[in-house]
């Protein structure tokens, strides 16, 4: 689904940075301009799915186009973004009073507007569905009013749970679920559970009770955490189906009340699925009474909002695992890179203690570069951190700090003989070959490392002269005394 952003700021290079990133969801069409009034003369009568204004511009400004836009009723429920310096306080209140739906200060960081803008627009998308939905319901006049108010309700209790800057991560998770099994039939109690597929089984990740209904659906053995195969369950007969949402009002009788359900006592049950960061998970309500009423396209589309909220944080909280991985380990392979390297052996050094640091130097690295390649160098690369790492106890860090040199950390070396004894254990890796290339006729290169060592209190008192220390000694040319050459 394509969706359009107007995005309006007098700064030239805030325009830019702000279109950047609106630009990086996908589906998203940015219409950016540099004046509020050239904005004004392009939206009427176009799609817009969200406005960011900044406050401060030429007439009209930030606060001026929230009354503007909010005046069309095309855009009464259009997202809109207020952006503000860090001092203006009392513009994002009388921005939220006058219909903004969230504000942003400057300066604006990065992964933060990515985040909001993507919840307010999945939201946005959400809404539109249902809008669309709601046209094609055959029930009578006075029943569609009466889903059509219900669904905007529950949506307008989405849109605030979402928005509440007091919740975050699991705390807004957790909120959203037990919303969601408030509203799937009010007045019935239903729990929400959440699911993530592992394997032939399912991880329950999050489960919530409709407010009010906590004692009344009982305890089962299955606790968060729990893993269940999904053989004989409703989650593996829709997954087996295809996926989508299947709903029913009573499930007993129908050829889905598995020994599960019928052991759990569920008789009205939703369940949906949806991916996010490579990972499959089911979003399930389920109660132990009959459905009151039919579940419709609307149920079904509630529930789907709701997965697609989940499918949003999750892939969002993925996401920045994987920035948060990249910053700290050697992107080729895998181990500490030099400055996480750093500040966990400096959290990890006391003074006093005899820590110890040991620094491997390739032999002749550039040479085999030359001679197999650099995709065979990176590889022999890949293989010696995996062999160090392996090498190493649970309390030790092994890091890349430099091209084809590598550090270990010991917290503590109790005597100069246990230093030389963990040398010799890094050591051995090099007594075999290293492997390149694929699995079918893999070769071996056999390659040779200098490991200079530096122990504290005698080399120094501080993990960077420590490291400066061990550095040294490593290089060509130091004292044999210092160094160790392997094999």
């Known amino acids: ?15 830019k940075l702000f279109s950047g990133i609106a630009g990086e969801i996908d589906g998203v069409v940015v219409h950016a301009f540099s004046s509020s009034t050239e904005a ?3 939206y009427h009568g176009k799609t817009v799915d969200c406005f960011v204004f900044d406050y401060n511009m030429p007439l009209p400004n930030g606060l ?3 009354a503007l836009v909010r005046a069309l009723p095309e855009f009464a429920h259009v997202p809109i973004v207020i952006v503000t310096g860090a001092h203006e306080r009392e513009v994002r209140y009388q921005a939220l009073d006058a219909g903004a739906n969230d504000f942003l200060q400057k300066p604006v960081d990065y992964r933060e507007m990515l985040a909001r803008m993507t919840t307010l627009l999945a939201l946005r998308a959400a809404q539109k569905r249902l809008a669309m939905q709601i046209g094609t319901l055959e029930q009578s006049l006075l029943d569609a009013e009466e889903r059509s108010r219900e669904h905007a309700e529950r949506l307008e209790a989405l849109w605030g749970i979402a928005n509440n800057p007091n919740l975050h991560d699991d705390e807004l998770m957790l909120a959203m679920l037990q919303r969601g099994a408030a509203a799937i039939r009010p007045g019935q109690p239903f729990r929400g559970i959440l699911s993530r597929i592992e394997g032939d089984s399912m991880r329950l990740v999050s489960m919530a009770e409709a407010l009010g209904y906590e004692d009344r ?3 089962e053995e299955e606790g968060v955490g729990a893993l269940i195969p999904l ?13 989508g949402t299947h709903a029913f009002e009573d499930i007993l009788g129908t050829d889905r009340a598995t020994s599960l359900v019928q052991a759990h006592g569920w008789r009205a049950m939703i369940v949906t699925s949806f991916s996010a960061g490579g990972v499959t998970y089911v979003l399930a309500f389920a109660s132990h009474l009959a459905a009151s009423k039919p579940f419709g396209a609307q149920d079904n589309a509630y529930v789907e909002v709701l997965a697609s909220f989940f499918a949003t944080h999750y892939q969002q909280r993925w996401q920045s695992s994987r920035i948060g991985h990249q910053l700290e380990h050697d992107s080729l392979t895998g181990v500490w890179n030099r400055s996480r390297f750093r500040s966990l052996g400096r959290a990890a050094f006391r ?24 995709l065979n160098g990176d590889a022999v690369l890949v293989e010696v951190a995996a062999a160090l790492a392996s090498k190493a106890y649970d309390d030790e860090l092994v890091a890349r700090i430099s091209g084809d040199t590598f550090a270990i950390f010991f917290p503590r070396a109790p005597s100069h003989e246990w230093l030389i004894e963990s040398i010799r254990r890094f050591g051995s890796v090099f007594a075999d070959g290293m492997g390149i290339g694929d699995r079918d006729g893999k070769e071996f290169l056999n390659v040779a490392a200098r490991i200079g060592f530096a122990h504290a209190p005698r080399d120094g008192t501080t993990l960077d002269a420590l490291l400066l220390r061990a550095e040294g000694r490593a290089r060509v040319g130091a004292p044999a005394a210092e160094q160790f050459t392997f094999p």
Do not use: C, Y
């Open 231 to 243: 053989t004989d369950t409703v989650v593996g007969r829709t997954l087996d189906s295809g996926g």
């Open 64 to 66: 001026q186009m929230i």
């Open 351 to 374: 003074a006093g203690e005899p820590a110890a640091i040991a620094v491997v130097d390739m032999v002749a690295f550039q040479a085999l570069n030359e001679a197999h390649g650099h």
């Open 40 to 42: 004004i003369d392009w």
């Open 217 to 219: 659906l009982g305890s």
């Open 1 to 15: 689904m394509t969706q359009h952003v107007v995005i309006v700021d007098d700064d030239d290079l805030t325009l």
